[in-house]
Structure formats: structure tokens, C-alpha cells
């Protein structure tokens, strides 16, 4: 097939989501979220804790369904797809998770290659592209017979990177990709992050209350607050978004239009 | 009226669990018998359930073969009975005794364990990130862990058997004075293969309960350390109040006419 210039031109957004509702019983978690990440481009949602951000996440990556409103990949709705179709789609996806959840039961080689391992890819080549991706985030090859358990939260950070970029996804998922991180090892995460999306060509979505590493590794941002979008731009903007919302979290002050519930 | 919502909302919540459960057992089943496989996993689960259980398993089996010889000697001498004593230990050993004793120290050992495996799993994000590597969770940890206690237990409550019918020999000819040929013939004579295949199949259903419920309550656990300690105790009791029932459900089906 050749290509279509006319098509291209008006290539559905890489990722859209539209009016997502979910809720857990009567507490409404997402209240209508409308988001639109284009291809190839990292998008960071911020929010505070409890804001929606992670069950936003959860949502697009398709570990919860939402109760209403669609989440297009590709302009194909994934909102309702069958269980073989949802694993076919979650080939193209690589997540972080913030804790690193890294499978306590495997060495750290295995837990790069779980997917490799999983398409029935011979171990021996498994293992040489998990040392190659250990490799490009800047671990050690001495690290890839340790178990998770034996190492620091940074190194597990980026074993957990390794592991999200190990089949090539098109789009990746960060959860709080610096939490629990000093801020040194945070920056060198974010670096990494930066470097792995660009030479990858992947679309990235990235939720965090790190101000920091939302500057660093976001070509936009949206806000999320009560569960809708009450602010999106370019990162250049985000000091000039005339926000009270947004000037109140990017300078971390207590008073402001934001009021923190402390009871849930 | 408070007392009826009350009443009602627990007959609700009852009713839900219930459904969960059988959903879930339906779902794990399923995952049983469909690809993909993992050799390398039920074979792993296989050892940890059958082979690091023996120790476990026949030290009950065979303290139970030696009381219940001492108990019914000293029993049945009452009405001058002693004679059944082989019998008595035979058949107790591997209609009853055998695979219950086996699958409440397996439900204490190995489903304590499961529950407190995939529960942490489940609050370190673990499970979620085997979704998101393209791999069910139903195969890759539960699927591995039912057909390993549906294949092991019936192992286990052979050798429990063995273990401790020589428990009541043991006792018998060392402290009772009988002859070990006659204890041994006596042993065989009313033994019928009904009762030792009842015995294996009470065991592969105990196996299927203790590996479901610590999946189950291990999967569904949430809340940190406290949620992955409250389903670890779940699943040791639930398992042993199934053990239980089912035990008598299946002893009606064998043997009542």
C-alpha cells in the first residue's frame, strides 16, 4: 500500500480520550476526562494525590474500564475489547510502574526478558537482549543474575525501565516515575526516560507530582483536578498559564484555590 | 426495620462472595486446560506442594496411625475387640484420616504460602504488570497452582497412608504384642481398593480447594501488609472449613446407600 499524504494529515491522535467517567461506588473518580496525546509527542499529566491521576492510567493501559466516555488508540476504541484483542494491544504498550513491580520470584535478567520469554524467544538470545537493555540503563551486566530484592530503589527504577522498553512499545506509561527517589537519582531517571522515548519514537504518558521531572521530560502537560482537565499546554507555558490551579501546584503552596481533603 | 437491612445486606454480601468465588473457579478452570502452558512453573509448584510437604505430612501421618492403635486397643478391649485393631487403623487411615490430616497441614502450609505470594503480588502492582507484559495471570500464577494441588494431594495422602497404617503397626507389634504376620494379614483382609481410591479422591479435591482459595483470597487481597495478612488467614480457614464439608459430602457420595 502506498502511502496517503491526505491521510496522514489527518491521523487520529495516537491516544484520545474522551469524556471518561469511572467511579468506585459513590465517590466519582473521573469526572469527564478529555485528553489527546499525538504521536510521538510525551504528554505529563500533574495532579495531586487522589486527583485521578493513576486510575486515569489505569484506564488507557485497559486495567480498569471506565464506566463511560471512550479511550481511542489509533482512533480505535479499546474501551470494550475482548480479552484476546486487549493482550494483542498490550504488546504495543510498555509501563513503569511506580513501586518498580518487579517480579520478586525471577532474577533481574528474567524480569528484562519476561515478554521476550513469553513469545517463546530461546533464552539464551533473551537473556543477550536483556543485557543489552540492562546496558542502555546504564546497569552493570554483574546485575542481571541478582534477584530484585538485593537491589536499591533507583537501580530497581531502571531495571523496571528496562524491562518497559525491552519489546520496543510504541507508548509508554510512567507512574510517578522519581517517587521515593533522591533527587539526583531522580534526574538521571528522567534523563534516561528522555533518552529511551526519543530513540524509541514512542509516544509517552507520564502522571507525577514531581514538578522537576514533569519540566524535564514533558513536551506538554495537562492538569488533572476532581477528575477532569482544568488545564493543558505546551511546557514553556506552564509558568504563564494564568492557572490559579496550576500556579498553586507548580509552586507547591498550602493556600490557594486548591484545598487539600483530608478526608477522603 | 434496621435489623432486616441488616439481615439483608450480609444475605447480599454472602451471595456476591459466593459468586466471586465460583467466577473465579470457573475462570481458573478454564485457564487450566487452555494454552498457554508453563511446564516450568507447575513443575516448581509440584515440588513446593508435593515434595516439601512429605516432612510435614508424614510426621501426622504416622503419630495419627500410632494413637488411633493405642486408642482403639484401649477402647475395643472394653467389649474384648482388640482383634480389629489392623482393621480399625486401615480403614481410618485411608478413608478419613489420611487425606484430611494431609489437606488441613497442606491448607496450613502451602495455602498460607499461595495467599501470601500473589497477595503481595497483587498490592506491589506485580499482577498488573503481568497484564501489561501481555501475560493472564490466571495462567501464569494460578492455572500452575490448581493443577499441581489437584496432582500432588492424591500423592501425599498415598504416602500418608502407607506412613501411618506402619504407624499402627508399629505400635501394634512393639507395644500391643501382636503377631506383625497377623497384623499385617489383618490389615489386608477387610481392605477394599473403594476405600483407598475414595481416600486419593478426597485428596484431589482438598488439593483444588486449598490452591483456590489461597489464589483466590491472595488475589483479591488489597490494603498493604494488614489486607496480605488478613488474606492469608482467610485462606487457611476457608480452605479448612471446605476440607471439612466436602469431606463429609464426599463420604455420603461413596459410601451411603
Known amino acids: 500500500m502506498t502511502p496517503n499524504p491526505f491521510r496522514t494529515a489527518v491521523a487520529p491522535p495516537k491516544i484520545a480520550l474522551e469524556g471518561v467517567h469511572k467511579s468506585f461506588g459513590t465517590k466519582q473518580v473521573l469526572n469527564g476526562v478529555n485528553i489527546h496525546v499525538k504521536r510521538g509527542e510525551s504528554l505529563v499529566v500533574i495532579g495531586g494525590s487522589g486527583t485521578g491521576k493513576s486510575v486515569m492510567l489505569k484506564c488507557i493501559l485497559g486495567l480498569m474500564e471506565p464506566d463511560a466516555g471512550s479511550i481511542r488508540i489509533d482512533g480505535q476504541d479499546t474501551t470494550h475489547l475482548r480479552p484476546s484483542e486487549r493482550m494483542r494491544l498490550m504488546q504495543r504498550f510498555g509501563m513503569l510502574f511506580q513501586g518498580g513491580a518487579l517480579f520478586d520470584s525471577l532474577p533481574v535478567w528474567e524480569n528484562v526478558a519476561f515478554a521476550l520469554l513469553q513469545r517463546r524467544m530461546p533464552r539464551r538470545q533473551a537473556r543477550e537482549i536483556a543485557f543489552e537493555k540492562l546496558a542502555a540503563v546504564g546497569l552493570a551486566a554483574s546485575v542481571g543474575d541478582l534477584r530484585p530484592a538485593e537491589l536499591s530503589g533507583g537501580m530497581q527504577k531502571r531495571v523496571a525501565l528496562a524491562r518497559a522498553i525491552a519489546i520496543h512499545p510504541e507508548i509508554i506509561f510512567f507512574d510517578e516515575p522519581t517517587t521515593g527517589l533522591d533527587p539526583i537519582m531522580a534526574d538521571v531517571i528522567n534523563d534516561l526516560i528522555v533518552k529511551c522515548v526519543k530513540e524509541l519514537g514512542a509516544t509517552a504518558v507520564s502522571i507525577t507530582h514531581d514538578m522537576a521531572s514533569a519540566r524535564k521530560i514533558a513536551d506538554h502537560i495537562a492538569m488533572l483536578y476532581k477528575g477532569q482537565v482544568i488545564w493543558s499546554g505546551r511546557t514553556e507555558d506552564i509558568d504563564n498559564s494564568g492557572n490559579p490551579y496550576v500556579e498553586q501546584f507548580i509552586h507547591g503552596c498550602a493556600d490557594g484555590p486548591i484545598t487539600m481533603e483530608l478526608r477522603g | ?257
Not at chain 2, 493472564?136 to 498415598?158: D, E, Q, S, T
Not at chain 2, 504407624?167 to 494379614?185: D, Q
Open chain 2, 1 to 257: 426495620m434496621t435489623i432486616f437491612a441488616a439481615v439483608g445486606r450480609l444475605c447480599l454480601l454472602f451471595l456476591a462472595a459466593a459468586g466471586r468465588l465460583v467466577l473465579f473457579a470457573g475462570r481458573a478452570l478454564w485457564s487450566s486446560v487452555h494454552p498457554p502452558f508453563y511446564p516450568r512453573l507447575i513443575l516448581r509448584q509440584m515440588l513446593d506442594i508435593g515434595y516439601f510437604s512429605l516432612p510435614v505430612v508424614g510426621l501426622t501421618a504416622i503419630f495419627s496411625g500410632m494413637v488411633l492403635a493405642l486408642q482403639s486397643h484401649t477402647g475395643f478391649a472394653r467389649f474384648s475387640a482388640e482383634g480389629a485393631v489392623a482393621t480399625v487403623v486401615i480403614l481410618s487411615m485411608t478413608r478419613e484420616l489420611g487425606p484430611v490430616l494431609a489437606g488441613l497441614m497442606v491448607a496450613g502450609r502451602v495455602g498460607a504460602a499461595m495467599a501470601a505470594e500473589i497477595g503481595t503480588m497483587r498490592v506491589t502492582e506485580q499482577i498488573d504488570a503481568l497484564v501489561t507484559l501481555s501475560t493472564n495471570p490466571f495462567k501464569y500464577l494460578v492455572a500452575p497452582r490448581l493443577i499441581a494441588g489437584l496432582l500432588m494431594l492424591p500423592c501425599l495422602v498415598l504416602v500418608a497412608d502407607i506412613i501411618g497404617v506402619f504407624g499402627g503397626y508399629l505400635i501394634g507389634t512393639v507395644k500391643l504384642g501382636f503377631n506383625p504376620s497377623v497384623y499385617v494379614s489383618r490389615s489386608w483382609e477387610y481392605l477394599e481398593q473403594l476405600d483407598v481410591i475414595s481416600g486419593l479422591v478426597k485428596a484431589s479435591v482438598f488439593g483444588f480447594l486449598i490452591t483456590l482459595m489461597g489464589c483466590y483470597h491472595g488475589y483479591h487481597s488489597k490494603g498493604g501488609a494488614q489486607g496480605v495478612g488478613r488474606a492469608t488467614t482467610s485462606a487457611v480457614v476457608s480452605a479448612s472449613i471446605l476440607i471439612l464439608i466436602f469431606n463429609y459430602i464426599i463420604t455420603e457420595l461413596f459410601f451411603a446407600r
